[in-house]
């Protein structure tokens, strides 16, 4: 599956963006689908995750209740609409797919095979 990421901007602290994620290929609605992000100098961490019918997401505890992922497995798109945005949620953001849900509750870039190549947010005070 290929990932094209996009809807990344400059919006001021307290603002909302809302983040897509195309996909291509016929077996869209087979993966699990996540959300990462990268700050400069920092590594790549966890944002969110949905399932394959889009009915279970978690997320990281720093964007719990602002985030929400969401699916459409129609259009082969994943969503995250971002509210009450902090300028610590500056990063490049990325989706990715992968096959497998972490029962654990614990995400890493491991889990996921597949990525997009990013989106610009920036988060300005």
């Known amino acids: 599956v290929q990932l094209q990421a996009s809807g990344g901007g400059l919006v001021q602290a307290g603002g909302s963006l809302s983040l897509s994620c195309a996909a291509s290929?016929?077996?869209?609605?087979?993966?699990?689908l996540g959300w990462f992000r990268q700050a400069p100098g920092k590594e790549r961490e966890f944002v969110a995750v949905?399932?394959?019918?889009?009915?279970?997401?978690e997320y990281a505890a720093s964007v719990k209740d602002r985030f929400t992922a969401s699916r459409d497995n129609t259009k082969n798109t994943v969503y995250l609409q971002m509210n009450m945005l902090k300028p610590e949620d500056t990063a490049t953001y990325y989706c990715a797919a992968g096959s497998r849900w972490a029962y654990s509750g614990r995400w890493n870039r491991r889990d996921f095979g597949y990525w997009g190549q990013g989106t610009q947010v920036t988060v300005s005070s």
């Open positions: 290929g016929r077996t869209f609605s087979s993966y699990v």
């Open positions: 949905i399932d394959w019918s889009g009915t279970t997401t």
